[in-house]
């Protein structure tokens, strides 16, 4: 069992950034696929990025050049650096994790965080 807390969400102007950053509780966390997904109003949740637990990266093209993926297999933490943020950016954003497997579907994903609400303001 795997229990996950994002935090660092907030308000901010376009071209600003944020970090986002997930907590996880649980053992064995670096066997772990961890995932950053959002969802906007009204929309299906979508992957953002990706870090596997051979630290493969991945990112949706939406977000490549301006977002970075990062754990600390130490600390049982994700996290997600936002740069150049749009207002297409806004949206809740859920950290998952998925245990020993790669994948950038939501419905393969084990466990979810509560999400933090990101707000990109033009």
């Known amino acids: 069992q795997v229990q996950l807390v994002e935090s660092g969400g907030g308000l901010v102007q376009a071209g600003g950034s944020l970090r986002l950053s997930c907590a996880a509780s649980g053992r064995s966390f670096s066997s772990y696929s961890m995932g950053w997904f959002r969802q906007a109003p009204g929309k299906e949740r979508e992957f953002v990025a990706g870090?596997?637990?051979?630290?493969?990266?991945y990112y949706v093209d939406s977000v490549k050049g301006r977002f970075t993926i990062s754990r600390d297999n130490a600390l049982n933490t994700v996290s997600l650096q936002m740069n150049s943020l749009k207002p297409e950016d806004t949206a809740d954003y859920y950290c998952a994790a998925d245990y020993k497997s790669w994948t950038i579907k939501v419905s393969e994903y084990d466990y979810w965080g509560q999400g933090t609400q990101v707000t990109v303001s033009s």
């Open positions: 870090i596997s637990w051979t630290d493969y990266t």
